[in-house]
């Protein structure tokens, strides 16, 4: 092998410690927004190009509410309790699919809503649409005022289909109140 002349070393060096500087990253496939934290069953926090956070609402669906509050984690009420533990297992569901895609998800923006989260169809790198699996496994329920606004609008009518008709998860409860009618009577 023939010596390289101080040039063609120095080049080499600068090469590498630029490529080391950009991050390696950007040499596995790495696209995606980085997932910062999950928020709920249906609602995540990216961190956008600039580094900022971004909140983002799961288009074409409403999971179940968490608690959020002390006074709401040490309720008694069964519409409180019974909500809340269909909420955490669609939040823990979310972040088992998240961690499973790298930490990394893809966005197809939809719309804002008035509390400036994004609206978005969200899937793993492997393409996997994760509105769809929260609805077949019975975590979400279409939500409807919005449907004509969900580019995938027939992939999740059919997804809560199947969970009804196998009444698997929310669908297997008949104390379930869906999340939109818990939010309007019980969060005021």
């Known amino acids: ?50 580094g900022k956070n971004v909140t983002v ?55 804002s809503d008035r509390y400036k989260r994004k609206i978005a169809e969200v899937r793993l790198q492997n393409g996997t649409f994760v509105q769809q699996v929260l609805l077949k496994e019975g975590l979400a329920k279409v939500y409807r005022p919005y449907l004509n606004k969900c580019p995938s609008k027939d992939l999740v009518q059919q997804a809560e289909a199947e969970a009804k008709e196998q009444r698997i998860g929310i669908w297997s409860d008949t104390k379930f109140v869906n999340p939109w009618e818990y939010r309007s009577l019980y969060k005021k």
């Open 1 to 50: 092998m023939e010596k390289l002349t101080k040039p063609v070393r120095f080049l080499l060096c600068a090469t590498i410690i630029f490529l080391g500087l950009m991050g390696c990253d950007r040499f596995v496939n790495n696209s995606g927004e980085p997932v910062e934290r999950v928020s709920d069953g249906d609602t995540l926090v990216v961190k956008d190009t600039d």
């Open 57 to 111: 609402r799961f288009a074409c669906v409403d999971a179940p509410e968490i608690a959020h509050s002390n006074k709401e984690k040490q309720s008694k009420r069964t519409s409180d309790r019974n909500q809340f533990t269909w909420g955490v297992k669609a939040q823990e569901r979310v972040q088992q699919l998240v961690q499973q895609g790298g930490n990394r998800v893809t966005l197809n923006i939809t719309d």
